[in-house]
Structures are given as C-alpha cells and as structure tokens.
C-alpha cells in the first residue's frame, strides 16, 4: 500500500511508502543519515554563506584548561561558541545525564561576549543545569574526552607523528557530549528568538552548530596539548585526518520520548525524506553521470560498513548480513543494464525487498544521496510551527472517521495480553528525564507518562461507539474528559501521515533503541555503536568540512564517513 502526496516542486503526485511499512520500530531502527539530516542542512548553509569561523579568545594553560570563544556570522548574525576545559578526576568522569562535572562545557552565545559575559558563563557553564541562564544563551553543552585515544593523539603530534589510522576508525572523536540542550530548558533562550532567523530557522540548527564548533575546537585543543608539550618535534592533525575527527555523544531514553510527543514534527521530517525517495523511484533513467555517481556512493557505503564495528552482537550480526548483502548486490547497479531499464530507482528499491530492512533502508538513504540538490528545497519544509488545535465543534462521524482511516494499526494491538503492557514510561524525580519501567517489577505504574498512543484510542472507540454521528466533540468530550488528549491527537494528526510510530511502545518488544536510532539518523548520525537497547554511542559531523575548508568553498559531500 502507498499513498499519494502533491509534490509542488514537479507538479504530479509521487507514490510514497506508506506509514504502515516506513512507522514501524524495526524499520525505525534501520535508519541512515541523509542528505535531509539536520547536519547536513547546517553544512551547505555554512557553505552557502562562505562562513568564516575566528577565534578571538584563546586561553588556554599548558594542560589545556582554561577558555576560549569561536564566532561566526551566518543569516546577519553573530553567534558564538564559548568554550571552557577544567580539570576532572577520573573518577567524576561520566556519561550519565546524573553527572554532575565534565571535561568542557559550551554555551552557544547570541552575539560576541565581552569579559563580563565570559565571567559570567565560567561560573556558570560548567554547573549545567545547576547554572543560571539568560536570553542570550541559545544552547547549553557538555563534553568529556575519551581521554585514552586524546592522550595518544596528543603524544602522537608531539612526538611528530601522526595518530594511528586504526585506532582513529575505530574512536573517531576526541570529546564525547553527554547533553545538548536547546529550546529554553534551564532557562536559556527559547526557540522562537531563533524561528525566523535565517541560518538557524530549520530544526537544530543552533544545536548542529553548537556541535560543529565544539568539533573545531576538540581539534584545538589536542595540537595545543601537543605543541605545550614538545614545540620542536609537533606537527599539526593531517587535514584528511582531521575531518575525520568528528564529536561523539552519548545519548539513552531521555530523547526516546520526542518522537512520540510531537507528531506533527516528526511526519514532516519523515514526509520530507520519503518525498526525496519518490521524487528518484519517480526518474524514468538515469544518465551515465548519474550511474557514475551511483557506483562511486555504493563504494563508499561499502567501505563504511567495512569500517563499522560495535560490541552489541545483534547489531553486529545485522552489520556482517548487511556487509554481505551489499557485496552481493552490486551487481545490480551495472550501467549497461541499468541503461537499458525503465525506471531503475523504482526496480532497485522493488528488487531489494527480498532483502533485509537494513539493506533496503541503506539503498534508500544511497538514493537520496544521489538526488543531489534536487532534493534540497525539501529540508524547508522540515520544521513545524505548531503541533495542531483543537477542534471542539467537529463532529462524531468526523472523528470516527479520522480513527478508522488512520488508526486501524491501534484497533489490531491485543492490550488483554500482558506482554502488550509489559513496560511503561515515567520521568525520574531525580533527574527529571524519561525512563522506562517494568510494569511487573517497578513502582511508579501510577505515575505513567501518556505514551501509550494506541491504548488511549482503543478505549476512546469504546466511548465511541453509543456516540450520536451528529453530536459534537465538545458534548462528547463533556461526557468523557479523559479522551481530550487522544482526540486532540486524531484531530491533529490527520493531515499528518508520518506522525504515528505505528507499534505499541508498552510492549516488551518496543525497544526504545529503535526510536533513538531514527531521531539521531535525522540529526545526521553515523556509527550507531548501542551499549544497551536504551542508550548508544553516535559520531556527528565525522568526514564534514572543517571551518577551514568550508572558508576556502568546500561543499557538503559527507554523506557516510569512511577513514581516508
């Protein structure tokens, strides 16, 4: 089943994967980065703008302590990244969001700051969410090293050498954030002093950046280490070696939620990328530039997952199948018969439904990459302004409807079975951030969070049922308050096909894994490396130009890093 969406940049109606097939945790989970990633949106208007990063504060001792301020000019305005680097026993140094001291801390500033905001942001940038913000603090951050592989970087440059290649695929990042916070929390700036700003207007724009300068400065920092410690024999990072330097992050069930709870968002995200996949199945050819172009991206991807290796055995054993899958298939993308076929984007993703949804979700992500600009206005559209209203005046049959047409995979989830309400999500007291319970063997059941999207419908079509057609949600909902939610949902949700993860997130088969892989694939994440199915290890903007080369015109061409 498909379904049909008016393209405004080519006029006729594409076929899309329907959000029965693309809804699904599975499939969720076998997301790639695109050329619709949020990063990668960063990258080409950083490029766009010829945007040149300066450095007017650098102070920074022997060891590496101390602070420093990148600023650039993007859209008219000036933002800049204040960066601080204290001391920090092994013993503090930790991922968990329960942390209470890093390595670095960031704030992304609104404007330039002058001694008196450094102060003020020294005193506070480090406590985090102990700190205290303003409107001019447009992202909150932190970072630890991954201190074994900084150390020998470190002791590598100042020794004249350059770091080991395999170690370098293996880590790919010097520093590690455990936490980027955007959106007013903690009292920083709210997202609307940035909507309408161009440079910054799409989704995580501001925290993109934020990540792109720490990036410039994990670089910084490791050669000045290097160079206080031996000045004679140092030699600066290899540029190839460099911009495969990336951040990494740490990141569990605190981000799981989002997805859930704005819809809207997320079936514009989805709609976007699916809209890109039509667009390419929709090509009747493909000239010999484009399957030129074909081939050298199925090298890349090959050397990728060559390059890719994680402790999870189950990843790791979808990693090997899907090494050898794309071994196998590459003999599909002959030119000659390619040449000679009808519509070849469509008979490629039709041909590789035979295999894994991991091969299939990687061909789709291969052939948004080879849309090229053709695709890019669609990254406009990506951002939503409001998660929908309320319609008290609509009527039962309407919203009976709405149910029916969009919510049959709710009706068919069997919630009498126990494994169907197995888990259930609460927010912690002591850090106020989600997190996931046994229903059998935890507390705080009462305490539930109103993520189960298809129970709450279910029982509103019980409700439902006695319900006069011609009587108003209003009057209904004066009967029956507690479905107000739900059908708020219904109502919004209706003009918005890819709202829905169309799974029960109480079962005990929902592994939130799934949900953090899909949100951090738009981000533009690479390197899934899970160390549990609740949290996992990412590399951003590993292979993006550095802000050297993104001076001297480089373009955005960094789809899936591979370790020159």
């Known amino acids: 089943m498909t379904i049909r969406a008016l393209d405004l940049a080519t006029g006729p109606a594409l076929a899309l994967r329907s959000p029965d097939v693309v809804m699904r945790l599975r499939r969720m989970g076998a997301s790639f980065p695109t050329r619709l990633s949020f990063l990668r949106s960063l990258i080409r208007r950083l490029a766009a703008s010829s945007t040149s990063v300066r450095r007017p504060v650098w102070e920074m001792d022997d060891a590496g302590f101390g602070h420093a301020v990148y600023t650039l000019t993007l859209g008219g305005y000036d933002y800049s990244l204040v960066a601080f680097s204290c001391p920090l026993p092994d013993d503090q140094r930790s991922d968990r969001v329960i942390?209470?001291?890093?390595?670095?801390?960031?704030?992304?500033?609104?404007?330039?700051?002058?001694?008196?905001?450094?102060?003020?942001?020294?005193?506070?940038?480090?406590?985090?969410?102990?700190?205290?913000?303003?409107?001019?603090?447009?992202?909150?951050?932190?970072?630890?090293?991954?201190?074994?592989?900084?150390?020998?970087?470190?002791?590598?440059?100042?020794?004249?050498?350059?770091?080991?290649?395999?170690?370098?695929?293996?880590?790919?990042?010097?520093?590690?954030?455990?936490?980027?916070?955007?959106?007013?929390?903690?009292g920083i700036a709210d997202r609307f002093v940035l909507a309408a700003r161009g440079g910054l207007d799409g989704p995580f724009q501001a925290e993109m950046l934020t990540v792109w300068l720490i990036r410039e400065f994990s670089h910084d920092l490791v050669e000045h280490v290097a160079r206080c410690r031996a000045p004679d024999t140092f030699v600066p990072l290899a540029q190839g070696l460099r911009r495969h330097i990336g951040v990494g992050n740490s990141t569990g069930l605190g981000m799981a939620p989002f997805l859930a709870n704005h819809p809207v968002l997320l079936s514009n995200w989805v709609l976007a990328r699916e809209t890109a996949l039509a667009r390419m199945r929709a090509k009747p050819c493909l000239d010999?530039?484009?399957?030129?172009?074909?081939?050298?991206?199925?090298?890349?991807?090959?050397?990728?997952?060559?390059?890719?290796?994680?402790?999870?055995?189950?990843?790791?054993?979808?990693?090997?199948?899907?090494?050898?899958?794309?071994?196998?298939?590459?003999?599909?993308?002959?030119?000659?018969?390619?040449?000679?076929?009808?519509?070849?984007?469509?008979?490629?993703?039709?041909?590789?439904?035979?295999?894994?949804?991991?091969?299939?979700?990687?061909?789709?992500?291969?052939?948004?990459?080879?849309?090229?600009?053709?695709?890019?206005?669609?990254?406009?559209?990506?951002?939503?302004?409001?998660?929908?209203?309320?319609?008290?005046?609509?009527?039962?049959?309407?919203?009976?409807?709405?149910?029916?047409?969009?919510?049959?995979?709710?009706?068919?989830?069997?919630?009498?079975?126990?494994a169907e309400t197995a888990q259930f999500w609460y927010v912690s007291e002591e850090k106020l951030e989600p997190r996931l319970g046994r229903r059998a063997d935890e507390p705080g059941a009462d305490l539930e969070l109103p993520l189960d999207i298809a129970r709450q419908v279910q029982r509103l079509a019980v409700d439902l049922a006695d319900a006069p057609d011609g009587q108003s949600v209003a009057a209904f909902l004066a009967d029956f308050p507690q479905h107000r939610h739900v059908v708020r949902r219904i109502q919004t949700t209706a003009a918005a096909p890819y709202a829905e993860i169309r799974d029960n997130l109480l079962s005990d088969r929902c592994l939130p894994i799934d949900m953090l892989r899909c949100k951090l694939a738009f981000f533009g994440a690479s390197k899934f490396d899970p160390r549990s199915d609740r949290w996992t290890r990412i590399t951003l903007f590993q292979g993006a130009p550095t802000a050297g080369e993104i001076a001297a015109g480089e373009t955005d061409d960094c789809w899936l890093p591979v370790l020159p």
């Open 99 to 186: 942390a209470e001291a890093w390595d670095t801390s960031y704030v992304l500033y609104d404007g330039v700051p002058d001694a008196a905001e450094i102060d003020r942001l020294r005193a506070n940038a480090p406590r985090q969410e102990a700190g205290r913000f303003g409107p001019r603090d447009l992202v909150l951050s932190r970072a630890n090293k991954s201190v074994r592989f900084f150390e020998h970087v470190a002791d590598s440059l100042a020794h004249g050498r350059q770091p080991d290649r395999q170690r370098l695929g293996e880590v790919g990042y010097l520093l590690r954030t455990t936490a980027v916070y955007g959106n007013g929390k903690f």
């Open 288 to 418: 010999a530039a484009a399957l030129g172009r074909l081939a050298d991206l199925w090298r890349q991807a090959a050397l990728h997952l060559d390059q890719w290796s994680v402790e999870d055995d189950a990843l790791m054993a979808r990693i090997l199948r899907l090494r050898g899958e794309w071994i196998e298939a590459e003999s599909w993308i002959d030119p000659a018969r390619l040449l000679a076929t009808s519509f070849p984007v469509a008979s490629l993703l039709d041909r590789s439904q035979s295999l894994s949804v991991d091969f299939q979700e990687l061909l789709a992500a291969l052939l948004i990459e080879l849309a090229g600009r053709e695709i890019d206005d669609l990254a406009d559209g990506m951002a939503a302004a409001r998660e929908g209203a309320f319609e008290p005046g609509m009527r039962i049959m309407v919203l009976r409807k709405l149910l029916h047409d969009h919510y049959g995979w709710a009706m068919a989830i069997a919630f009498e079975a126990p």
